[in-house]
T-cell receptor, first 114, second 121 residues
């Protein structure tokens, strides 16, 4: 099956720093999503980005589908940015109905210290 | 409104109990999903429902029984669970399951509920 690799696994930064998180995937995908999981377990949608570049405030993301990777940029980090960041790729899970499923990477655990 | 709700938030059950998890969305989404997440691991897909029909079952043991009574509601019935089934159970929904054709590229974006934290004693 498809492999989704995220790096780095852990990242510790001071408040105000910038960071880049990477997601590599081993095969063509239908879509790609970035999530932030907060300490209570809620998965928060950051970007739906099968290709191209998007920006939302201090966060931006770029997916280069032909080279099978995506990057998430966080600028001017705040302590509330702490948590686990997941990349998830969408693939066809059922040929009969074309139903899609998300396959998650292992995540990057980000800690922002004050 | 991009809200998926799940009840209960926490559940403790014995191995002989029968319980149910509930998930609800009122966004008009036609696809709904159950994921299981163990501690310090990523979510893993269990089931996908599309237009109220089961589309994907990721070889989940029969002690987990999904049900989709209508397009807004998804249940997960639990029976004779094992302690290793303790986990965070996440529900998600999307407008549709496919969507790259005809410009509907965001139809399969998934939105997650807050989860039910299940402990099996």
């Amino acid at each position: 099956g498809i492999q989704v690799e995220q790096s780095p696994p852990d990242l510790i930064l001071q408040e105000g720093a910038n960071s880049t998180l990477r997601c590599n995937f081993s095969d063509s995908v239908n879509n790609l999503q970035w999530f932030h999981q907060n300490p209570w377990g809620q998965l928060i949608n950051l970007f739906y980005i099968p290709s191209g570049t998007k920006q939302n405030g201090r966060l931006s993301a770029t997916t280069v589908a032909t080279e099978r990777y995506s990057l998430l940029y966080i600028s001017s980090s705040q302590t509330t940015d702490s948590g686990v960041y997941f990349c998830a790729v969408g693939i066809i899970g059922s040929e009969i109905q074309g139903a899609q499923k998300l396959v998650f990477g292992q995540g990057t655990r980000l800690t922002i210290n004050p | 409104d991009t809200e998926v709700t799940q009840t209960p938030k926490h559940l403790v059950m014995g191995m002989t109990n029968k319980k149910s998890l509930k998930c609800e969305q009122h966004m008009g989404h036609r696809a709904m999903y159950w994921y299981k997440q163990k501690a310090k691991k990523p979510p893993e897909l269990m089931f996908v429902y599309s237009y109220e029909k089961l589309s994907i079952n990721e070889s989940v043991p029969s002690r987990f029984s999904p049900e989709c009574p209508n397009s807004s509601l998804l249940n997960l019935h639990l029976h004779a669970l094992q302690p290793e089934d303790s986990a965070l159970y996440l529900c998600a929904s999307s407008l549709d399951v496919v969507g790259l054709a005809e410009g509907k590229s965001s139809y399969n974006e998934q939105f997650f509920g807050p989860g039910t934290r299940l402990t099996v004693l």
